[in-house]
Every structure is written in structure tokens, then in C-alpha cells.
T-cell receptor, first 115, second 116 residues
């Protein structure tokens, strides 16, 4: 079965650079979530989109922005990168219209390293 | 403020025995709970979930128990297998908060090691 796809899998950036992470949800899933997991930490919710509209916002810095496109894929844009942004970034998707809408399915993550 | 707590960072169990992973939560708005399994360098994999209207849900070797009054849930794996060795995250969401999306609040995870 198709899973959530994230690209790139690894990304190395310098401080103050920008980065764009991409997420392709499971087909027919209409909701996308972004999470950040720092070293030794639990995943922290950043932002979510339902039907291309932002639906909820968590502890996402103002330097970050995200959007969901007409094909339901999502991009997380990160600017003025800081050392503390080094983390695993997970995307998850779910279907608001299916019987298992509470269950989020995660991608493999993008490991961002800021030098 | 950690709203979902997994107080045991690690657990070691012998193959064939029962593994019990515990999770406590503080937010009474949480009404849906999930367990995820995570291997290094991979995303969390959904295992099993339970709604607050139930006190037990079973799927094969995995059973989740929910005690709402104690704000406590546990995941039982029986029999445990070496392939179950991974980090297990407890997560919660507030389904009835409205809207059509349910952000997850995670615990810090428990590393389960099943020894052959």
C-alpha cells in the first residue's frame, strides 16, 4: 500500500539559509500534519492542513511557513535557519472522511542538520 | 508541561513473556489515544488506538487498556517477540475539540527490548 512520502530524506544547511521540505500524503488523504522531533525528544506538532486550508497551528516559529497544494502535497518552508532547527521533521496524513480519520500515518521523516 | 507522560524510558522483557508499556495523561480533553512503534531512522508506525468510550481494544498480540478515571492507559504485547524491540510512543488527541483534524500530543517514548 502507498505510504506517506517525504523528500528529501536528509538535508544539510548552513545557519541563516532556507530549506524546503516536501510531503506527499497517502492517496485520498485530505489532511496533512507536520511534526518536529528534536534529539531524544517526542514529536512536537507544528501545523496542519485540511483541504488545502490551515486547520491548526502548534509551536511553529514565525520563520517557518507551510502550505498544502491542490494535489494535497504539502511543503514546509524554513528560513533563517538556526542550529536549534536541527531535527527530524515528520509529515503525517489522515482522511477526515474515512472511518479511521483519527489515525495518522507518518512518513519516514526528513533529517535536517543545520551547521 | 508534558501532557502525555511515559515514565519508563526503557523496558526489557524476555521473548514469549508479556510486555506492558504505561502512559499517563493530564489533559481531560483528550478522548482518543494511540500507540505508535518507531524504529531508528523511520517514521512512527501506527499500532493500535482506543476511544475514550471504550476501556479495551485488542488487535492480535496487542491490547490497549484505558482507565479514564486514572487518566492512564497501557499497551500489552503478548507474547513478546524480538522484532517488537523498538521505541513505543503513546499519543493523544482531543477529538471533540472541533474541526476535522486532530493533532497528536506524544509522550517521550519507551524503548522496549525483547531478549531472545
Amino acid at each position: 500500500a502507498a505510504g506517506v512520502i517525504q523528500s528529501p530524506r536528509h538535508l544539510i544547511k548552513e545557519k541563516r539559509e532556507t530549506a524546503t521540505l516536501k510531503c506527499y500524503p497517502i492517496p485520498r488523504h485530505d489532511t496533512v500534519y507536520w511534526y518536529q522531533q528534536g534529539p531524544g525528544q517526542d514529536p512536537q506538532f507544528l501545523i496542519s492542513f485540511y483541504e488545502k486550508m490551515q486547520s491548526d497551528k502548534g509551536s511553529i516559529p514565525d520563520r517557518f511557513s507551510a502550505q498544502q497544494f491542490s494535489d494535497y502535497h504539502s511543503e514546509l518552508n524554513m528560513s533563517s535557519l538556526e542550529l536549534g532547527d536541527s531535527a527530524l521533521y515528520f509529515c503525517a496524513s489522515s482522511s477526515a472522511t474515512s472511518g479511521s480519520y483519527n489515525e495518522q500515518f507518518f512518513g519516514p521523516g526528513t533529517r535536517l542538520t543545520v551547521l | 508541561d508534558q501532557q502525555v507522560k511515559q515514565n519508563s524510558p526503557s523496558l526489557s522483557v524476555q521473548e514469549g513473556r508479556i510486555s506492558i508499556l504505561n502512559c499517563d495523561y493530564t489533559n481531560s480533553m483528550f478522548d482518543y489515544f494511540l500507540w505508535y512503534k518507531k524504529y531508528p531512522a523511520e517514521g512512527p508506525t501506527f499500532l493500535i488506538s482506543i476511544s475514550s468510550i471504550k476501556d479495551k481494544n485488542e488487535d492480535g498480540r496487542f491490547t490497549v487498556f484505558l482507565n479514564k478515571s486514572a487518566k492512564h492507559l497501557s499497551l500489552h504485547i503478548v507474547p513478546s517477540q524480538p522484532g517488537d524491540s523498538a521505541v513505543y510512543f503513546c499519543a493523544a488527541s482531543a477529538q471533540n475539540s472541533g474541526g476535522s483534524n486532530y493533532k497528536l500530543t506524544f509522550g517521550k517514548g519507551t524503548l522496549l527490548t525483547v531478549n531472545p
